[in-house]
Every structure is written in structure tokens, then in C-alpha cells.
């Protein structure tokens, strides 16, 4: 895999947790304009007291252009880098200062996920044009400003078990949804290998338009041709095994690739809510399995799409396979724990009696007429608790640090050259 490749993965991984927003905009910046008339050492922007220098400037556009950061305009740049002195300014008078034995730590880690030593990873940043100052400043700011967002407001920021409650479904009311696009990339013993090469390049795309096209050209769900977006869904209705992962990713991140029977998943988190309506959770799912021959081939996508319109829900799929050999049709009740991760996963999207047709089975040989057929409620399940808690709190440090920054822009005297 290319270098570039793997610190662009880096940057979007999220080593630091509570990431303030705007680094999440400094890492886009990657141009930066300065006329060849000012000193490189002269102030390109003033920011209060403290000052920002054409030298910065240049400095962070060659330092995210090695990481593979995607390309931005020269106000991004600036702005990213005008958030970063209103941080710093405000972490000075709080006295925050994260120690040298620290950031050399966060040093290490960010070379490590290169799968560079520190050494390599200074000298490759040298070679084109990084100073080690550089990547010290940056990582202590990212240190730093973490140390001061969660001791200013983690207190208020951590979810009561009432938020909890909610955020799970109980009590009857409210909960927690997630916003999602998905790219299922079908794999059959002779395309394993091509497809996990494509999927790990997929997990390195940064932003959502590049996710979105990657989904229109290479997913076989349904979503594919609104570039893999799915609508808001409740958490309780993932799979249980998936939603501690969708919980630890940060809005615009991506999954891992994720291994399913005859297919590979990715998912990109857009949004996470909570929500005032219940949001259950179920003991039991009822669903039907009508396998077709053909696979996805037009001519079964053709006759799937027909038999979705002749039917009004799951007991019709008996007439349908009557006469047919004993394995056609499947019907099964079980407990979300107990459902394949991907029958699980597509059931989650489906209301009562709709149908999905993106799985397939006998090595892509067979296309699976997967069918919703009735949920049972259960309120009494409670195995995420921790991770929503976490999400919970992770999402209100972020919203607390973005109205922050906010105001420190309003109340700052700022002059741009």
C-alpha cells in the first residue's frame, strides 16, 4: 500500500479521540497562497497578540500534502490555522500545556500508524520540506487541546442513566440513530482476494463524496444508486455486533472492512442523533429466504424485482415455492444475536413486509429474496450501554468545543495580510 495512502489513513483514524472541529478542517487544508515579496518569517495573519507567519503557512500545507490530506482552498488553510492560535490562546490562560515526554509519545504513535518508526517518519516529512518543529507543534496543539476540551467540560458532557436509557430505547422513550452510507462489495471464492484489496483501498477515502462515489461503482446493495446512503436508523436496530462500531467512529470516519457471508461491508458514519421517539429493541425476528438461481445476474435482479410486486408478505412466499425442493424457501424466527451478520444487517434497513435483494449465497450462484416478516418487542436487553454512553459523551465534547472556538472567533481581533 502507498505511503501517502497510509498517513492519509492517519489523519482520518482519529489516534485522538476528541478532535477538535477545527483540526478536523486543518487536516483538508493543503494550499496555502503567499506573494514571494513577504518575508517568509513576516505575519500573514495576526490573531489577537499572537501571529500566524507565511513560513506556518507553507509549513502546514507541505505537511498535510505528505499525508495525503485531500486538497483545500487558501481560507481553509487560514482558518484552520486561526482556530489553532484562538485554541492555543485559550489553553495559555487556562495553563494548559501538555508535557514534551507526551507529545514525543504522540509522536511515536502517529509514526506507528504509518508503520514507520519515528526516525523514518521525521526523515520522510524532512525530505520534502517538514521541519520536526512542525509535526511538534501539531501534535501538541491536537495533546493539548483534548487535556483542556475534556477537563472544562467532560463533567457536563457525561450522559445521565435517564440519557442513557433514552438513548437505548428503554423507558419508552427516545433513543439513539445513526446516519450511515454503505458499500457491500458481493465476494466469491475466486474474487476474495481482488475484493479485500478493494475494500481496504475503499476504508482510505477521505470525505463523503469520495465514499459516495466508490458505492455507486462498486456496492451491490440497493442504496448503490443513491451513492450507499441509508436513511436515519435506530441504533437498536443494527446488529448488536455492529453497533459498538458504528459508536466508535466520529462523524465522516469509515469502517474497517467488515467480513460477511459471500461479502464484505464498509460503512461511513454522516450523523448521530438523539431522537425523542422510541427506539426498541426486539427479542425475536421473523424473516423469510426465497433463493433464486442466477445469482445477480439482470435476468434474476429482473424476475426478483417482479416477484417483489406480486406479493404482499411472507406467508405469500409459500405459494410461490410450492412444489419446489425443500431448502427454496426458509423461514426463521430468531433473536438478533442469533441472525448472520449480514441478513441482520439488511433486515435492520427494512420496514415490515419489504424485501432486500442485495445477498447472495451457494458462492454468488444464488440470489436471496430476503423478506421482513414480523419483530418482537424487548426492552429488557441491555448491552451497549458503555458505548453509548461514550458516543454520547464524545458527541457533546465536540459540540461544546466547535461553540467554544466560535466564540473565541467573535470576541478575537484578526487581520489577515
Not at 374 to 389: M, S, Y
Amino acid at each position: 500500500m502507498q505511503l501517502i495512502s497510509r498517513f492519509s489513513r492517519i489523519v482520518r483514524s482519529g489516534w485522538l479521540k476528541p478532535v477538535a472541529p477545527a483540526l478536523a478542517a486543518a487536516l483538508l487544508a493543503l494550499s496555502t497562497g503567499h506573494s514571494q515579496a513577504q518575508s517568509l518569517f513576516s505575519p500573514a495573519i495576526k490573531v489577537n497578540q499572537d501571529i500566524v507567519t507565511w513560513y506556518e503557512l507553507q509549513q502546514r500545507q507541505q505537511f498535510l500534502t505528505v499525508l495525503g490530506a485531500p486538497g483545500a482552498t487558501e481560507d481553509e488553510v487560514r482558518d484552520s490555522l486561526i482556530d489553532e492560535r484562538l485554541r492555543k490562546q485559550a489553553m495559555r490562560d487556562a495553563g494548559i500545556e501538555v508535557a514534551p515526554e507526551d507529545i514525543q509519545v504522540g509522536i511515536d504513535e502517529f509514526a506507528a500508524r504509518g508503520r514507520l518508526s519515528t526516525d523514518e517518519f521525521l526523515q520522510l516529512l524532512g525530505e520534502s520540506g517538514v521541519s520536526p518543529e512542525t509535526v511538534r507543534d501539531f501534535v501538541a496543539d491536537q495533546l493539548s487541546w483534548r487535556d483542556y476540551v475534556s477537563s472544562r467540560f467532560l463533567s457536563q458532557a457525561r450522559p445521565s442513566e435517564d440519557e442513557i436509557n433514552r438513548a437505548l430505547g428503554q423507558a419508552g422513550s427516545g433513543g439513539l440513530q445513526v446516519l450511515m452510507s454503505e458499500i457491500i462489495i458481493p465476494v466469491t471464492p475466486q474474487t476474495l482476494a481482488q475484493a479485500e484489496l478493494l475494500a481496504e483501498e475503499i476504508a482510505l477515502l477521505e470525505g463523503f463524496d469520495a465514499f459516495s462515489s466508490a458505492a455507486t461503482q462498486y456496492s451491490a446493495a440497493g442504496t448503490r444508486d443513491d451513492g450507499g446512503r441509508l436513511e436515519w436508523l435506530n441504533l437498536t436496530d443494527l446488529p448488536p455486533a455492529l453497533q459498538p462500531v458504528i459508536l466508535g467512529l466520529k462523524t465522516g470516519d469509515i469502517t474497517q472492512p467488515l467480513s460477511l457471508p459471500n461479502a464484505i461491508a464498509l460503512f461511513q458514519l454522516r450523523g448521530l442523533r438523539e431522537v425523542s421517539t422510541s427506539a426498541p429493541r426486539y427479542s425475536k425476528i421473523d424473516y423469510a429466504i426465497y433463493n433464486m438461481a442466477g445469482g445477480r445476474s439482470a435476468e434474476t435482479l429482473a424476475k426478483a424485482a417482479k416477484l417483489r410486486e406480486q406479493i404482499d408478505n411472507c406467508d405469500d412466499l409459500y405459494g410461490i415455492a410450492k412444489d419446489q425442493p425443500a431448502g427454496v424457501l426458509q423461514r426463521v424466527e430468531a433473536s438478533p444475536s442469533e441472525i448472520p451478520r449480514d441478513v441482520a444487517l439488511e433486515l435492520s434497513k427494512l420496514d415490515l413486509n419489504e424485501v432486500s435483494t442485495t445477498l447472495t449465497g451457494n458462492n454468488g450462484q444464488t440470489l436471496k429474496f430476503l423478506m421482513l416478516c414480523t419483530r418482537t418487542l424487548d426492552r429488557g436487553e441491555d448491552t451497549t450501554r458503555v458505548d453509548v454512553a461514550n458516543a454520547l459523551t464524545q458527541q457533546r465534547l465536540q459540540a461544546f468545543a466547535e461553540s467554544l472556538v466560535e466564540q473565541l472567533r467573535a470576541d478575537a481581533t484578526i487581520i489577515e495580510q
